[in-house]
């Protein structure tokens, strides 16, 4: 039961480029949409998220885009660094009342960003 | 950090045998997760809790248990661990705001034999 589905699983960038990592839902009951970012060794740590109310989130270089209708939304990484080298989730939730925020992870996006 | 401690760290453990997981929290957070994370799975949901003593399953939830006794503590049990079940396990707490924020401690590695 495949019901988050990310793309690409690896992603090389050069220095001062844009990473783009798409994830598609298919549970329209999700609500909100979280990207999670895990460097190895530690545990994943929310990047950036958005609600449904939305199309868009800007947070410094990190963008989220959303699609409500074709339940897809993707992380943009504007001017990309080799810091930003990474693992990124994208896990879509339904929040509160009796779903307690389950977070449904995508398999996972593997940036390199060459200097 | 979010004040978040696992223990132990890393555990070898050999194929029969219970272990327990710690997750220790200095937040006063409400709502405490128990994934684990396998190449190419991404992070599973296994147990979550919502307050003392109400815990409930996750996605794969088949082998193991938990307890909520504190606030700040959330035990996963492995009541006769086996070798699909090495993995890295991870836990997470959220303030309560329907659970939106969830912050990861750095992990368990399990490796049974």
């Known amino acids: 039961q495949q019901q988050v589905k990310q793309s690409p699983q690896s992603l090389i960038v050069q220095k001062g480029g844009i990473s783009i990592i798409n994830c598609a839902y298919e549970?329209?009951?999700?609500?909100?949409f979280p990207w999670y970012q895990q460097f190895p060794g530690k545990g994943p740590a929310l990047l950036i998220a958005i609600r449904p109310d939305v199309s868009e989130k800007k947070e410094g270089r990190f963008t989220i885009s959303f699609n409500k209708s074709a339940k897809q939304f993707s992380l943009h990484i504007m001017d990309s660094q080799p810091g930003d080298s990474a693992t990124y989730f994208c896990?879509?939730?339904?929040?509160?009342?009796?779903?307690?925020?389950?977070?449904?992870f995508g398999q996972g996006t593997i940036l390199t960003v060459h200097p | 950090d979010a004040g978040i401690t696992q223990s132990p760290r890393h555990k070898v453990t050999e194929t029969g045998t219970p272990v327990t997981l710690r997750c220790h929290q200095t937040e006063n957070h409400r709502y405490m997760y128990w994934y684990r994370q396998d190449p190419g799975h991404g992070l599973r949901l296994i147990h979550y809790?919502?307050?003392?003593?109400?815990?409930d399953k996750g996605e794969v939830s088949d082998g193991y248990s938990v307890s909520r006794s504190k606030t700040e503590d959330f035990l996963l049990t492995l009541e006769s661990a086996t070798s699909s079940q090495t993995s890295v396990y991870f836990c997470?707490?959220?303030?309560?705001?329907?659970?939106?924020?969830?912050?990861f401690g750095p992990g368990t590695r399990l490796t049974v034999t």
């Open positions: 809790s919502y307050g003392v003593k109400d815990t």
């Open positions: 549970n329209t009951a999700f609500d909100y």
């Open positions: 997470a707490i959220s303030p309560g705001t329907g659970g939106r924020e969830q912050y």
């Open positions: 896990a879509p939730q339904k929040a509160g009342g009796t779903s307690y925020g389950k977070l449904t």
